[in-house]
């Protein structure tokens, strides 16, 4: 089924346990044109990701019940297919922020932040995982 | 009073004894007197006679002054006049009252004057004149005065002087007591009414005896002592005052800390709404937008601002400084309590936190604000020793075998228990030692102020409780809070 979807628009994995800002972020990026996917914990998150081949981006809080966004990270950083990651974080400190960077992270942006900033956020990483992608084929 | 009645006693013995001596004494003296007088009196009146029997003898015979001694006799009603010869072996009715001895002097031509005591027991005065009449023969006139008249007479004295000394005694003791009541009782009363009342710790009224004896001077001493009773008592209040002040400013300033140490993961539980309801309004405000939308958007930023009001609240009731009130409150409301608080920070740092809650009628009469803070303290203190995250125990039972420390013993009280055990780095024996002195810490400078641990120590033994700890470096830490259980009140 996939093999024949037409679907162009790019897929993103959105995981926060809070449903009133998850609905509200897929709300927003299925508005700016994009196919999400949601997730209400980490384990749920790498579930999506051992299965589904083109995610342009992951959308993650760091603290989730169960598996953490940075738990996630850390066993996804060695799989062979990568896909650029934005680390959402209330604990806006400088230790946090390293860590998530560390890890592989490609942006972590502080609670509260703009839609506009998250959506204009997640284009860009996606242009520039693209980029890379093009260089590397 | 009984001081009183001892020294009445005293100095009426006293007076008695002077009175009785006195009285004897004069008595004596009298009697002395009074038989001295009538010994004057019957010798004049002996000579009398003798000067006639002796006139009447030479001229007329023995017969003439016999009969004149008979008529002589009549004319004394208090004296009888007798004749009698010095003589041994004589009918009795010539014969002297007394034995021949006692008259020796009568050959000496003296009178002699004696006391003597009739078979009947009744006294006379006896005086004997020496007559030596014609015919060689020794004879004497012998007057013999009852004594009764004189018995009486002393007899009298003797009741008139008890009678004086008894109205002395009676009239001294009346006055004694009289004035022992007014002088003596009236103050001493007084002084002791205050001294008790100042015992009693009440020292509002003052005494003030007028007057410059001994209990005015001491009520002016009690009074000075009331004084300084009350200003110590003053300065000890302040003191108490400022030192209470002083802790309640170091708890409330430990209780910020707390609230520092919370505050991570409080901002996730606001960020996460606020970028709920900042996202909504912009999504309000775009073009194109269907009413359908515009309400659900704004029905969730009123749930969402519902939230955060809920978590500020939460933030604030813990945050505000309080007067204590101890009262009733169960046990497992107060584990519960401290959830809503820690919850973030628990996920934060991973730890999983398992409650084991006591079991309702569980009832502690405590300050729950201040016994929530030593919860949170414990429980803030587990989850760092778990940096890499684990499990820990917050457990609420009752404990009737806990040994209390020494100065708690008390065999009937029954104890309750809230427990914290966790599985983190432990301590080391050196450390544990010293967890509960104050600005103990073995935290990095600016993660803790220690304080936390001494201030619950002190908050749990003001609830009359203490703190246990059992702790292996490696294995993790368990910390026992052990409060007098409350019987027989409601619970809040």
Same mark, same amino acid.
């Given at each position: 089924?996939?093999?024949?979807?037409?679907?162009?628009?790019?897929?993103?994995?959105?995981?926060?346990?809070?449903?009133?800002?998850?609905?509200?972020?897929?709300?927003?990026?299925?508005?700016?044109?994009?196919?999400?996917?949601?997730?209400?914990? !980490?384990?749920? @998150?790498?579930?999506?990701?051992? %299965?589904?081949?083109?995610? #342009?981006? *992951? &959308?993650?809080?760091?603290?989730?019940?169960?598996?953490?966004?940075?738990?996630?990270?850390?066993?996804?950083?060695?799989?062979?297919?990568?896909?650029?990651?934005?680390?959402?974080?209330?604990? !806006?400190?400088? @230790?946090?922020?390293?860590?998530? %960077?560390?890890?592989?992270? #490609?942006? *972590? &942006?502080?609670?509260?932040?703009?839609?506009?900033?998250?959506?204009?956020?997640?284009?860009?990483?996606?242009?520039?995982?693209?980029?890379?992608?093009?260089?590397?084929? | 009073?009984?001081?009183?009645?001892?020294?009445?006693?005293?100095?009426?013995?006293?007076?008695?004894?002077?009175?009785?001596?006195?009285?004897?004494?004069?008595?004596?003296?009298?009697?002395?007197?009074?038989?001295?007088?009538?010994?004057?009196?019957?010798?004049?009146?002996?000579?009398?006679?003798?000067?006639?029997?002796?006139?009447?003898?030479?001229?007329?015979?023995?017969?003439?002054?016999?009969?004149?001694?008979?008529?002589?006799?009549?004319?004394?009603?208090?004296?009888?006049?007798?004749?009698?010869?010095?003589?041994?072996?004589?009918?009795?009715?010539?014969?002297?009252?007394?034995?021949?001895?006692?008259?020796?002097?009568?050959?000496?031509?003296?009178?002699?004057?004696?006391?003597?005591?009739?078979?009947?027991?009744?006294?006379?005065?006896?005086?004997?004149?020496?007559?030596?009449?014609?015919?060689?023969?020794?004879?004497?006139?012998?007057?013999?005065?009852?004594?009764?008249?004189?018995?009486?007479?002393?007899?009298?004295?003797?009741?008139?002087?008890?009678?004086?000394?008894?109205?002395?005694?009676?009239?001294?003791?009346?006055?004694?007591?009289?004035?022992?009541?007014?002088?003596?009782?009236?103050?001493?009363?007084?002084?002791?009414?205050?001294?008790?009342?100042?015992?009693?710790?009440?020292?509002?009224?003052?005494?003030?005896?007028?007057?410059?004896?001994?209990?005015?001077?001491?009520?002016?001493?009690?009074?000075?002592?009331?004084?300084?009773?009350?200003?110590?008592?003053?300065?000890?209040?302040?003191?108490?005052?400022?030192?209470?002040?002083?802790?309640?400013?170091?708890?409330?300033?430990?209780?910020?800390?707390?609230?520092?140490?919370?505050?991570?993961?409080?901002?996730?539980?606001?960020?996460?709404?606020?970028?709920?309801?900042?996202?909504?309004?912009?999504?309000?405000?775009?073009?194109?937008?269907?009413?359908?939308?515009?309400?659900?958007?704004?029905?969730?930023?009123?749930?969402?601002?519902?939230?955060?009001?809920?978590?500020?609240?939460?933030?604030?009731?813990?945050?505000?400084?309080?007067?204590?009130?101890?009262?009733?409150?169960?046990?497992?409301?107060?584990?519960?309590?401290?959830?809503?608080?820690?919850?973030?920070?628990?996920?934060?740092?991973?730890?999983?936190?398992?409650?084991?809650?006591?079991?309702?009628?569980?009832?502690?009469?405590?300050?729950?604000?201040?016994?929530?803070?030593?919860?949170?303290?414990?429980?803030?203190?587990?989850?760092?020793?778990?940096?890499?995250?684990?499990?820990?125990?917050?457990?609420?039972?009752?404990?009737?075998?806990?040994?209390?420390?020494?100065?708690?013993?008390?065999?009937?009280?029954?104890?309750?228990?809230?427990?914290?055990?966790?599985?983190?780095?432990?301590?080391?024996?050196?450390?544990?030692?010293?967890?509960?002195?104050?600005?103990?810490?073995?935290?990095?400078?600016?993660?803790?102020?220690?304080?936390?641990?001494?201030?619950?120590?002190?908050?749990?033994?003001?609830?009359?409780?203490?703190?246990?700890?059992?702790?292996?470096?490696?294995?993790?830490?368990?910390?026992?809070?052990?409060?007098?259980?409350?019987?027989?009140?409601?619970?809040?």
């Amino acid at each position: 089924m996939e093999a024949f979807c037409l679907d162009l628009s790019p897929r993103v994995l959105l995981a926060e346990d809070d449903h009133e800002l998850r609905e509200l972020l897929a709300l927003v990026l299925e508005g700016a044109g994009y196919q999400v996917v949601q997730c209400d914990n !980490g384990l749920q @998150l790498l579930g999506h990701l051992e %299965r589904t081949d083109d995610v #342009a981006a *992951v &959308i993650s809080d760091l603290r989730m019940p169960g598996l953490g966004g940075l738990e996630v990270l850390a066993r996804h950083r060695h799989r062979s297919r990568q896909c650029p990651f934005i680390c959402m974080t209330a604990f !806006g400190d400088e @230790l946090t922020h390293n860590r998530a %960077r560390q890890l592989g992270a #490609a942006e *972590v &942006i502080n609670k509260p932040f703009d839609l506009d900033e998250m959506i204009a956020l997640v284009e860009r990483v996606c242009l520039r995982n693209q980029e890379t992608s093009g260089v590397k084929q | 009073m009984r001081l009183t009645i001892k020294i009445t006693l005293a100095v009426m013995f006293g007076i008695v004894l002077i009175f009785s001596v006195y009285s004897y004494q004069s008595i004596e003296r009298e009697r002395e007197q009074i038989k001295r007088n009538l010994s004057r009196e019957a010798r004049h009146i002996g000579e009398s006679l003798r000067v006639i029997v002796v006139e009447l003898w030479h001229q007329r015979g023995q017969e003439a002054s016999m009969a004149f001694l008979d008529r002589a006799n009549q004319g004394y009603s208090d004296t009888l006049v007798r004749w009698v010869w010095i003589e041994e072996g004589l009918p009795e009715a010539v014969q002297p009252r007394v034995p021949l001895s006692h008259l020796e002097r009568l050959a000496q031509e003296e009178t002699v004057t004696l006391m003597a005591a009739s078979a009947e027991g009744q006294d006379y005065l006896l005086t004997y004149l020496p007559v030596f009449t014609p015919t060689g023969r020794i004879g004497a006139i012998e007057l013999s005065e009852s004594m009764e008249e004189m018995h009486d007479y002393v007899q009298e004295s003797l009741r008139r002087s008890a009678l004086v000394i008894g109205a002395s005694v009676v009239s001294g003791l009346l006055m004694m007591a009289a004035l022992g009541s007014i002088w003596v009782g009236r103050p001493m009363r007084q002084l002791r009414a205050q001294a008790e009342r100042i015992g009693t710790g009440d020292f509002s009224a003052g005494v003030n005896l007028s007057g410059s004896d001994e209990f005015a001077e001491l009520s002016g001493t009690i009074e000075r002592m009331r004084e300084q009773l009350v200003q110590a008592r003053e300065a000890e209040q302040e003191a108490t005052a400022a030192k209470i002040e002083a802790l309640e400013k170091l708890r409330h300033s430990e209780r910020l800390a707390t609230l520092g140490q919370l505050s991570a993961g409080m901002a996730h539980e606001l960020g996460t709404p606020l970028n709920v309801i900042a996202g909504r309004a912009k999504l309000m405000g775009r073009e194109g937008i269907s009413p359908a939308d515009i309400a659900r958007s704004a029905t969730i930023i009123h749930e969402q601002a519902e939230r955060m009001t809920g978590i500020m609240r939460q933030l604030l009731s813990f945050a505000r400084r309080g007067e204590a009130r101890k009262q009733p409150v169960e046990v497992h409301l107060i584990m519960r309590g401290v959830l809503p608080l820690l919850e973030p920070t628990l996920h934060k740092q991973q730890v999983q936190l398992r409650l084991e809650e006591a079991q309702e009628g569980l009832v502690v009469c405590a300050d729950a604000a201040q016994l929530q803070q030593v919860l949170l303290n414990l429980l803030l203190n587990a989850i760092q020793a778990m940096p890499d995250g684990g499990s820990m125990t917050l457990a609420g039972y009752p404990a009737p075998r806990a040994k209390p420390p020494e100065d708690l013993a008390d065999s009937d009280q029954r104890w309750v228990c809230l427990q914290v055990t966790d599985q983190g780095t432990g301590m080391a024996p050196e450390v544990l030692r010293h967890i509960f002195d104050p600005f103990f810490t073995t935290k990095d400078v600016g993660q803790g102020t220690g304080l936390g641990l001494s201030i619950a120590y002190g908050i749990v033994q003001e609830h009359g409780g203490w703190i246990d700890v059992e702790s292996e470096p490696g294995k993790g830490s368990s910390f026992s809070v052990y409060l007098p259980l409350h019987v027989g009140g409601r619970q809040s």
